[in-house]
């Protein structure tokens, strides 16, 4: 059992900055890729961002690339995910997730525990 908690969303402008964090409890946090995922207003959750167990495997929407930067630290349990140049699109509840198969990543359906999530808000 992996439990994961997000924190470090709230409210920014347009073309600001946030990081959300990921703290995991439980099971091995190594043994785990991890997925960030969002769902907007009115809209189906979305795969956001991915980095793989080492933290050296990432992939990215393309409508987050070069914006969003997604990292860990296996020694602190902690994953993260850096927002530069937010958009009021970006919007949304954010969701961090962890998954054993990476090759399974990109589809929310394979993940095995999800977070509560946490709310952003860009305004314009």
């Known amino acids: 059992q992996v439990q994961l908690v997000e924190s470090g969303g709230g409210l920014a402008q347009a073309g600001g900055s946030l990081r959300l964090s990921c703290a995991a409890s439980g099971r091995s946090f190594s043994d785990y890729a991890l997925g960030w995922f969002r769902r907007a207003p009115g809209k189906e959750r979305e795969f956001v961002a991915l980095?793989?167990?080492?933290?050296?495997?990432?992939e990215y929407a393309n409508s987050v690339k070069g914006r969003f930067t997604i990292s860990r630290d296996n020694a602190k349990n902690t994953g993260y995910l850096q927002m530069n140049s937010l958009k009021p699109e970006d919007t949304a509840i954010y969701y961090c997730a962890a998954i054993r198969d990476y090759g399974l990543a990109l589809e929310q359906q394979y993940y095995d525990y999800w977070g509560q999530g946490t709310q952003v808000t860009v305004s314009a």
């Open positions: 980095v793989n167990w080492s933290g050296y495997s990432t």
